[in-house]
């Protein structure tokens, strides 16, 4: 079964740093793009950074200079370094990507990582 884990949330103050992690396990053939997305209390789930197969990468403007998003595909493994943290990064962190799997291809979510900053 293919599935994404992510790890590396928790209780942080103002102007910390986390570093989240999203392993890919499973039969994985190849592994396209891949995305961290966040959904805060009474919001919707919005997209903060993608990183390409190739490393390419592009990031929402509330989190641009702050946070980096790469990726170890020996490893199969994503990452976020979150740096300057602030109240409003509060939410729970959801990695997403596209993986090829025994010739099927499937859309996987994790299961969400608790990030809080407090003031």
């Known amino acids: 079964q293919v599935q994404l884990v992510e790890s590396g949330g928790g209780l942080v103050q103002a102007g910390g740093s986390l570093r989240l992690s999203c392993a890919a396990s499973?039969?994985?053939?190849?592994?396209?793009?891949m995305h961290w997305y966040r959904q805060a209390p009474g919001k919707q789930r919005e997209l903060v950074a993608t990183?390409?197969?190739?490393?390419?990468?592009n990031y929402a403007d509330p989190v641009k200079g702050r946070f980096t998003i790469s990726r170890d595909n020996a490893k199969n493994t994503m990452y976020l370094q979150m740096n300057s943290l602030k109240p409003e990064d509060t939410a729970v962190y959801y990695c997403?990507?596209?993986?090829?799997?025994?010739?099927?291809?499937?859309?996987?979510w994790g299961q969400g990582t608790q990030v809080t900053v407090s003031s």
């Open positions: 990183i390409t197969g190739g490393g390419s990468t």
């Open positions: 499973g039969s994985i053939f190849s592994i396209n793009a």
């Open positions: 997403n990507a596209d993986v090829v799997s025994s010739g099927t291809y499937y859309l996987l």
